[in-house]
Structures are given as C-alpha cells and as structure tokens.
C-alpha cells in the first residue's frame, strides 16, 4: 500500500469520525427552538452513507474513468483533506451556535463575517467539497456522480428548511443577509 492510499484511508476514517462526533456532540440543547429540522438530519445521515458506499462499489465494478495519471488522485485527496480542515474551522468559528439540528439559540445572530461573508452555509460547502474529493479519488465518472449528488440533494433541501426557519427569527435581516451571499459556491450558487 503507497503513502497514498493510506492517507486515503486515514482520511476517510477521520471523516467518519468528526461526523459522527458532530453528530452526537453539537445537538441542540432543551432551552433552544426546536422542531424545525423536519428530518433533515436523518437525511444526511442516509444520503452521505449510501452516497460513500455507492462510489467505492461504483468504482471497483464498472470502469469509467475521468483522467490518466495518478494526478487527480492527489487533487481528490486534497479535496477530502481541505473538506473536513475547513468544515472543522467553520464549526469552530460558529461555537454554541452550530448545531447539528435545525435549532434557534435564544442570543442567537446571524453570522455574516469570514466565510460567511461569502457562504450562507460554508460547513455544508465544505462537507460537499469532501464528497467531490471521494469522486475524484476513485477517478470514475459514477463514483463521482454517486458520491457527490445525493449529499448535494440531501443538502440543498436541509438549506431550505434551515432558511426557513433563520427567516422566521430574522426576518428582514435574513433576506438582505441573503442577498449579498450565495448558498454554497462563492459569487455561482
């Protein structure tokens, strides 16, 4: 096995791992405004499992490769790497008020510095970002489309129950706030 392969792989357990901490560590507490999740986690928690598993099965049963050379392995790698660095910042930055539920603090306040200048939802950026890497790893065009449009799915309907909700707590703030950043790719979408 080369320095490669066992990067990938201790790179996607430490992805495994910070998810599933996240998961169990950053829930709403009983003070906060629940309820509005209407199973968005759930979601996330089928889509990017299955998504995972599908493009590894993909890549090992049909060959459709993207590129020749080992180069888009590298770039792939970088992706899941710069994925789950940056999601892990973002979380951090974010502090009390990232949890992995939809969930209105009570001091709650809409972020609109650092990524979030740019992003509405720079975590979730990030966590697609890694997806993409996963795709580009197994350089195999339906490892790519299984690894990253189910999460894109899952996602894009968790931002629109979660912009739901920050409109209903913010109101006028939210909705400017929304127009002068995008969802997820910086000045495209």
Not at 14 to 40: H, I, P, V
Not at 113 to 140: C, D, Q, V
């Amino acid at each position: 096995m080369n320095t490669l392969s066992i990067l990938f792989y201790i790179s996607m357990a430490a992805w495994f791992l910070t998810e599933f901490l996240y998961k169990n560590m950053l829930k709403s507490g009983k003070e906060d405004q629940k309820n509005k999740d209407k199973s968005t986690l759930n979601i996330l928690w089928l889509a990017i499992p299955f998504s995972i598993v599908s493009a590894i099965f993909m890549s090992y049963n049909f060959h459709f490769p993207m590129a020749d050379g080992v180069w888009i392995l590298y770039l792939g790698e970088f992706f899941i790497l710069i994925g789950i660095i940056v999601r892990y910042v973002i979380i951090r930055s974010l502090g009390k008020y990232f949890t992995v539920d939809i969930t209105i603090r009570q001091d709650h306040k809409i972020k609109k510095e650092g990524f979030y200048k740019y992003l509405r939802h720079p975590s979730y950026a990030f966590s697609l970002l890694t997806s993409l890497g996963l795709g580009l790893y197994l350089n195999n065009w339906l490892s790519l489309i299984f690894a990253f449009v189910p999460p894109f799915l899952a996602f894009a309907y968790r931002i629109k129950i979660e912009e739901q909700a920050l409109i209903e707590q913010f109101g006028d703030e939210y909705i400017e706030y929304r127009k002068s950043t995008k969802k997820l790719i910086p000045f495209i979408y």
